[in-house]
């Protein structure tokens, strides 16, 4: 009797191997096709809930201000969010191994959902920082656990095609959301934006429920330790991301100053044109590095984004700042996700969700860290006698300085990582 049940599970093991349609959807795509019912389904509500989350960050500051708040209190209005999403990665890595993943995306965006809800009914400026804290916690879990989703439900050979497709949808929303955000608050005023904020961060809350996410394997239970926090494997990709992502902040917090010194009074068209070209960058270097391997892609994008910086800082007209935000998409705009498609590759199918979220914490320590230091940098010429255009345009010249410690740490690296290529 005993036979025959180990002989009929190995038949259907078999049948199942065989049938791709047996395959539980998030156990990994057999075909070569990217954008399977999964994959779209995932992508939208992933773009749904990054459109309502950029339309709401460039607006929530500005927000601060009409309350009343000083300069100093707005700034760090701006920064709470980044405060708690660093606080939460400890956790998040753990939860991913864990728990179901469409259950943890939905509870990042109802963490998400009950800010939006917070800026609704804030009177006063601390209610709207608890609310920013709020945010923080819920965009601290959703980069990782999207990561961890999107990578199931890939096929191997389109790995990085795959991942760089899913990362058009924050473009997207990156290019529209903070000026959609502006014309809702002009027609209907800011609760007009929080009441269709919230809309669209809830749709992806009942969006995530209706995916199958596989059970996992809770061996050992919940447990916070060094291993389910941070995975070693992918410490190098990490490294890297902090020096781009640190630069690429020093380009969100003070482009819009060096472009006001210089007087370009439309240097708002800089994240027009970024974005623009992140949604031609990002697919074609995705096919460009399935097709000829990472490393051939990721060293150009390197030595583009370092160009991009060198344009920034000799930038004094509009055209000039436009040439330097499409140079700088087809350089952080490739590098970006395929090292985030490289750790992907360096870690078992059920750590994925913790090295996301240790390129995560890269990523955050970059955005906390290069702006302190670039205006640190702006800061030390101004004290030198120099003028405010010059002080920006050197620090700029400056943040060449950790994108090439990116490129040769890669580059230092690259024959260890040659197999994941």
Known sequence: MEISR????????????????????????PGDKIWTPYFTRLFAMNAISNFGHFMMNTLIPRYAEQMGALPSTVGFVASAFAVTALLVRPVVGPATTSFRHNRLFAAANALILLSFLCYAI??????????????????????PVSMAMVSEALP??????????????????????????????????????????????????????????????????FHLSMDSIIAREVLVPTVILLFLSGAQSC????????GGLNGVEEIGLFFTAYALCLL????????????????????????LYALAFAVISASRTLPMFLLAGAIAAFGYGICQPLMQTLSMKMVPSDRRGVASNTNFIGVDIGFFTMPVIGGWVVDLMRRFGTGDVAAYAVMYAVMTVPIGAALLIF???????RGYF
């Open 6 to 29: 180990i002989v009929q599970k190995k038949k259907t093991e078999s049948v199942n191997c065989m049938n791709p349609l047996k395959v539980h959807p998030t156990a990994g795509n």
């Open 122 to 143: 804030a009177d006063s400026v601390p209610v709207l920082i608890a609310g920013r804290l709020l945010q923080g916690m819920g965009m601290g879990f959703l980069p």
């Open 156 to 221: 191997p050979r389109k790995f990085a095609s795959g991942i760089s497709m899913f990362s058009l949808g924050q473009a997207l929303s990156m290019a529209v959301g903070p000026s959609a955000g502006l014309a809702v608050v002009e027609h209907f005023g800011y609760g007009g934006l929080f009441a269709f904020g919230s809309v669209l961060v809830g749709l992806s809350v009942i969006m995530a429920f209706t995916l199958k996410s596989k059970e996992p394997e809770r061996t050992a239970g």
């Open 251 to 258: 380009i969100q917090s003070f482009i819009l100053i060096y």
């Open 280 to 303: 031609v960058s990002r697919p074609v270097s995705g096919r460009l590095a399935d097709r000829y391997g990472m490393d051939k892609v990721i060293m150009p994008g390197i030595v």
């Open 411 to 417: 580059l230092a690296s690259r024959k260890r990582m």
